[in-house]
């Protein structure tokens, strides 16, 4: 069994706390200090007041692999692993939040006040006698998930807040106003701290590990199955934070199947082409790579698709930097060779700890292509290319923070092409 290899640094409770009743550093996962807690929850309140908002509420919703839960995870650090949180976020006064369970949880240092969730499902009728304990009978509540903008929810462009719920809210309170919270939240979340650069940073780093694992477990006649576990296993035994998500696309070369986000029952072939989007957690960050690799020896044309991906992404790399457009990245990230046969263009985005933006995937709306680039976003930088005009699925792609000199990689693997044997 592989040994654990990211590890954070504890400082162990005394003998004499009880560890269900106060916060236990040998029972977590990684957390966040007490410094970004005020620093998160300062800014969030500035942008609140910016936009009128008396409260932000949080309700329960795991989709697409818990990034549902960004918000609530932004707020609360609770949630990871698709557990399921509700939350109260007031401009003045306590934040509370509710899960399965109250009390202490694993990543429950920052004090907050964690309540019984009574009921499944009821999220809107834990947020609404909150809000009455407040004393709130009017102003404005502002509904995470609501909505979507250019640099938060960009996969659900009609927002993914629970339609009854947000009626139950309305109804409890006919002389308030209910609005989306993403506009806040989104440029809240949008520009990283330190602190969170590094839980992406070892997010990252479990990422190559599993690209590691896949160069140990795959080759001719080894079921994807059995590789995907052997991926997940190297999570698990990595320190990393679950779920993980892994973009599956795999095939003959110039001839592969369309992605899937789980295995088939495909036993990997001479020939075939495997590329695999990679999410790496840590604490319910996602540090994000790209890899395609090819079973046995890798046909020239694949080589040379490679060549144009890597010369995409190192274009788009020495083009970030803070103020930039999205337009801007996108005419530098355009590469064209191999005769005219082969194109890598760009696909890039946002993680931390849900999907944010921009989003980069061939649309050319104006407010996406003027979108600037801010000191110390992160961003996954992605090309795929193609041969022929058919998908080649030579992709390349490692998350990068954006500095005031430029785009920091945060992977060290290099530029290469790899071979399963």
């Known amino acids: 069994m592989p040994e654990r290899a990211l590890t954070l640094e504890w400082n162990p409770a005394g003998a004499d706390v009880d560890p269900r009743s106060t916060w236990d550093p040998t029972w977590s996962t990684p957390v966040f200090s007490l410094a970004e807690r005020d620093r998160r929850w300062g800014r969030v309140r500035e942008l609140m007041a910016r936009d009128g908002l008396d409260a932000i509420v949080c309700l329960p919703d795991t989709g697409r692999f818990n990034r549902g839960n960004a918000d609530a995870m ?33 990543t429950s240092n920052w004090g907050i006040d964690i ?20 004393g709130f009978t009017s102003g404005t509540i502002g509904v995470a998930g609501l909505t979507s903008t250019m640099l938060a929810y960009v996969r659900q462009a009609e927002g993914l807040a629970n339609w009854q719920s947000v009626e139950e809210i309305k109804r409890a309170f006919p002389e308030a106003r209910v609005v989306s919270a993403t506009p806040a939240l989104g ?52 320190g990393g934070s679950f779920p993980v998500m892994l973009g599956w696309t795999s095939g003959p070369l110039g001839n592969i199947y369309h992605r899937l ?54 274009r788009v790399a020495a083009a970030m930097r803070p103020g930039v457009r999205v337009a801007e990245l996108i005419e530098a990230g355009h590469v064209e060779g191999m005769g005219g046969r082969g194109v890598a263009n760009l696909t890039m ?21 003027n979108t600037e680039i801010r000191e110390g976003c992160t961003l996954l930088i ?26 920091e990689r945060l992977g060290t693997r290099p530029q290469e092409v790899l071979e399963l044997h």
């Not at 309540?115 to 407040?134: D, P, S, T, V, Y």
């Not at 790496?280 to 690799?293: A, E, I, M, N, P």
């Not at 944010?356 to 996406?368: N, W, Y």
């Open 74 to 106: 932004y707020l609360t650090q609770l949630g990871e692993n698709q557990e399921l949180v509700t939350a109260v976020f007031p401009m003045d006064g306590d934040v509370v939040a509710w899960q399965s369970r109250p009390g202490m949880w694993p």
């Open 382 to 407: 992605k090309p795929g290319n193609q041969i022929d005009g058919k998908p080649g699925s030579g992709n390349w792609g490692d998350t990068v923070v954006v500095r005031a000199n430029g785009a």
């Open 187 to 238: 440029e809240a979340r949008y520009q990283k701290s330190e602190e969170e650069i590094e839980f992406i940073r070892k997010g990252v780093q479990v990422s190559e590990m599993l690209i590691q694992a896949v160069r140990e477990h795959g080759g001719p006649g080894v079921p994807e199955r059995l590789l995907y576990a052997n991926m997940q296993f190297t999570a698990a035994a990595a």
């Open 349 to 369: 985005h946002g993680y931390g700890t849900g999907d944010e933006g921009p989003l980069v995937t061939g649309s050319r709306d104006p407010e996406l292509l």
């Open 261 to 314: 986000e789980q295995p088939s029952f495909r036993t990997q072939q001479p020939g075939d082409v495997l590329s695999i989007e990679i999410e790496g957690r840590w604490g319910g960050y996602v540090g994000r790579t790209d890899q395609s690799f090819t079973v046995g020896d890798a046909h020239s044309d694949y080589v040379d698709s490679m060549h144009l991906t890597f010369e995409s992404f190192n």
């Open 115 to 134: 309540r019984r969730a009574e009921g499944r499902g009821m999220g809107a009728a834990m947020i609404i006698g909150r809000l009455k304990e407040l």
